[in-house]
């Protein structure tokens, strides 16, 4: 969905546009169950938070800010709230990072296309498994969301520069990690 349609789709839901909000659901329930799958494996948790996001969207539509750009909002509104919960119920990650982000073999699999030798696979997977949660999360979101730097740092609470230091780390990471940088970066540079 361009900018433009998701804009035009905010207005008419906050103007009081019921159907808007169902069509806001069916167009970012799925990215939004996926990206809160990588804070909790707790599917219903999930799915749980993503309902009452909407509630409060149906609750509060027309007191809602005016200009938003509609998917780094929700996505932002669903990491808080899964983070509150988790963080209510003593789920939160005790290795000393503030939140849990997973990157599992399904989403490396995306990084990786088919024509790339199993020891690069394995490579790059021992390389990701290493990262810590916000490097995993600053790579779905640039690779798999294909969010830019702006909307990186809203949804993670960094400043632009931070996003594009934290960003530019992991890449760095990942390139020593892996023994064959020169593959790694044209895999990343083709998403």
Same mark, same amino acid.
């Given at each position: %969905? ?89 789920? %939160? ?22 024509? /790339? ?20 999360? /600053? ?16 949804? %993670? ?35």
């Amino acid at each position: %969905m361009s900018t433009e349609a998701e804009k035009k789709l905010w207005n008419s839901f906050r103007q009081g546009n019921k159907d808007a909000l169902k069509s806001i659901y069916n167009t970012f329930a799925d990215v939004l169950f996926n990206y809160g799958t990588k804070f909790s494996a707790d599917t219903d948790l999930v799915q749980d938070e993503i309902h009452d996001l909407f509630i409060y969207l149906f609750e509060k539509g027309k007191s809602l800010s005016v200009e938003v750009s509609l998917r780094p909002y929700l996505m932002v509104s669903l990491r808080r709230r899964i983070l509150l919960r988790l963080k209510e119920t003593n789920l %939160m990650n005790n290795d000393g990072e503030k939140e849990k982000f997973s990157l599992d073999l399904s989403f490396e699999e995306k990084l990786i296309n088919a024509e /790339i030798q199993e020891e690069i696979k394995s490579s790059l997977k021992n390389a990701l498994n290493n990262l810590t949660s916000r490097e995993k999360e /600053i790579i779905y979101l640039k690779y798999f969301e294909n969010l830019n730097s702006v909307e990186i740092s809203n949804i %993670m609470q960094i400043n632009n520069q931070a996003t594009r230091n934290l960003l530019s780390k992991t890449l760095g990471k990942l390139r020593t990690m892996v023994s064959n940088t020169h593959l790694l970066s044209s895999v990343l540079l083709s998403f």
